[in-house]
């Protein structure tokens, strides 16, 4: 197995928001990976940088820490997003080094078991009838990828984007304790947040994935939002970046180190623990896929007024 850049020291990854969310899974995930494939002598170093949903962390690595060889950063298709509509301020895709796409999640929609809605249509109709009764709560704020999950779910219910009540909060973990504690009551998040809190007894039920066609595991009885007559799919790819002063060296490192990782048949095992689906991508690969995610982002901050 290729060797990790940085010699012996604990290697550390960044999740840009507070523990509980999409970006802390990420890092759990490389966490548990390298040191299962005996890449790392002691376990990686997991870090929370909140702020700017990703914003924050982008900035800090860019100007402060652009040169560290052995700190990885999560992002997902939420940063670029983010990215996208000028959210990270003059930052751009080009401002940092990709290492690489380690899976795909997907939306979802959440709502608390005691709810009334049983289906994503019935939510729908709830909400075409009496759109201020529903609070949508996202681990974001406006124009992040959770608040544009949750404009097209509001739009599918005939609701305008700007009519829909929404609840931002830095990172999934806070989003999910509000929809448990009742004060929301529903929450646009990802399959990767939220599969090892379904099943029996369980305080929340999912209406929809936001996937082209059922997930496998703990979300296989969730039906896709498409099955149920609703056209919105919304996968979201993720991964890691280094700073932009990283030695080439370092990144060809890393990127031998995650190649060798993913086509091992023990990651499998890993990723699905992680609640993440299969996708593996470094090099030209990831970039082509960031460059077109980027595109269609931009096309949707300009159709919601988010652009900067």
Known sequence: MAPLPGGDAAPECIAPAKPGGGFDQSCKLAQAAFQQAGLT??????????????AIAFDQ?????????RTLVAFSSGSLLNLSHGRFGKRSVD????????????????VG???????????????????????????????????VKSALVAGAGGVDHKAMRFVAFEGGGEAIA????GHVQVY????????DKLGPGSPFRALAVLADQRLPGPLAGVPTAREQGVDIVWPAIRGFY????????????????????????????????????PLALTGAALRAVIDRQNRQYVELATRFGLRR
């Not at 990144?251 to 990651?267: C, G, I, N, S, Y």
């Open 41 to 54: 002598t002691t376990p990686m170093r997991i870090s929370y940088m909140p702020g700017g949903v990703g």
């Open 113 to 147: 078991r005691q709810s009334p809605w049983k289906t994503l249509p019935e939510l729908l109709v709830a909400l075409k009838a009496d759109p201020g009764r529903i609070s949508f709560a996202a681990g974001g704020t406006i124009g992040s990828q959770d608040w």
């Open 61 to 69: 690595i860019v100007t402060r820490r652009p040169a560290e060889s």
């Open 178 to 181: 509000a929809l448990k504690g």
């Open 242 to 277: 280094v700073g932009p002063k990283v030695p080439d060296g370092d990144v060809a490192a890393w990127t031998a180190a995650f190649d060798q990782l993913m086509a091992a048949p023990a990651f499998a095992e890993v990723r699905a623990r992680h609640g993440l689906f």
């Open 95 to 110: 401002d940092v080094r990709w290492i690489a796409a380690v899976g795909v999640d997907y939306g979802v929609v959440l």
């Open 188 to 195: 646009m998040g990802d399959a990767s947040e939220v599969f």
